[in-house]
């Protein structure tokens, strides 16, 4: 089936025709919403207001190749190429999570701890570990732009979206390249008021109550983690928190809402004292904080 016309409105119509037994209402109108935005720098009002317009061939072909890939259910983020992530864009592929609100959250939760806080932000040292697009550190940063922050991540090419993100956010954050179960001995000698991570936490047997969208795109690297050892990275990571963090200095995990207590345990265990374990909007256990 082809568009009937350059029409706005029909654009919009096959849209929904194409897309109807694929995806709820709602969700479509989503889709139409990001694309006549990406695609025609267009508002929301302005796809009512302007349906008889017309557009050209090429910017036809995109929604065409568009709706194409929805119906392969590949996230509309990386069809588009970006995402929105506490009030900022990035920009996102195949090498990347797509950011979640869950881990808007766990910004928030930090900026807001940070404002309570007698240092002054240009004294604050930050670490993320696991950047991925380097949502978090750069969202950090952009708010704290007197801190120092620094990002981690195993993988070369996640790294290289997370410098993109940097400058196209307009900030300036350290990213390195290493691996937190094996650090190498270039992050020996740095010391961090915060460290933050959302590491792999969905456990290989939870792949069976996840969606294509997830499974078919998002790296598999970045989501899982085996079934024998679900808090691989917790561990490594509180073993290099207890080493890295300064007197006092705050560790921030986002988590599989199925090991919140054990999570929790794990770093009690090791010693860190006020270990909080906070829900996200949904009332799902989602973040814990603690003190070294």
């Not at 069976?208 to 079934?227: C, G, H, I, R």
């Amino acid at each position: 089936m082809r568009i009937a016309s350059n029409k706005i409105s029909d654009v919009i119509r096959f849209f929904r025709e194409e897309l109807n037994n694929f995806y709820e209402k709602d969700e479509i109108e989503i889709f139409i919403q990001y694309c006549f935005e990406y695609f025609l720098n267009f508002k929301k009002s302005d796809i009512l207001l302007r349906k008889n317009e017309t557009i050209s061939e090429s910017e036809l072909l995109k929604f065409n190749f568009a709706i194409k890939d929805l119906k392969q259910f590949k996230p509309i983020q990386y069809i588009l190429g970006n995402a929105n992530f506490y009030g900022l864009k990035f920009y996102v592929n195949g090498q990347v999570l797509i950011p979640r609100n869950e881990t808007e959250e766990l910004v928030d939760l930090i900026l807001n701890d940070i404002k309570l806080l007698p240092i002054k932000n240009q004294d604050l040292s930050i670490l993320d570990i696991g950047s991925g697009s380097g949502c978090i550190p750069i969202a950090l940063k952009k708010n704290m732009l007197a801190a120092q922050v620094y990002g981690i991540d195993v993988s070369e090419e996640a790294l290289k979206v997370a410098k993109l993100n940097a400058e196209l956010n307009k900030v300036e954050v350290g990213f390195i390249l290493d691996d937190i179960i094996n650090p190498s001995l270039k992050l020996d000698f740095l010391k961090f008021d915060i460290i933050v991570s959302n590491p792999p936490y969905i456990s290989v047997s939870e792949k069976a109550t996840m969606s294509k969208n997830v499974l078919d795109y998002e790296p598999y690297l970045a989501l899982f983690v085996l079934d024998n050892d679900p808090l691989l990275f917790y561990k490594a990571i509180a073993d290099f928190a207890l080493k890295h963090l300064h007197k006092n200095g705050k560790l921030y995990f986002e988590i599989n809402q199925n090991f919140g207590t054990e999570t929790k345990l794990l770093l009690e265990n090791k010693g860190f004292k006020n270990v909080q374990l906070i829900k996200d909007l949904n009332r799902n256990n989602r973040i814990i904080k603690a003190f070294l």
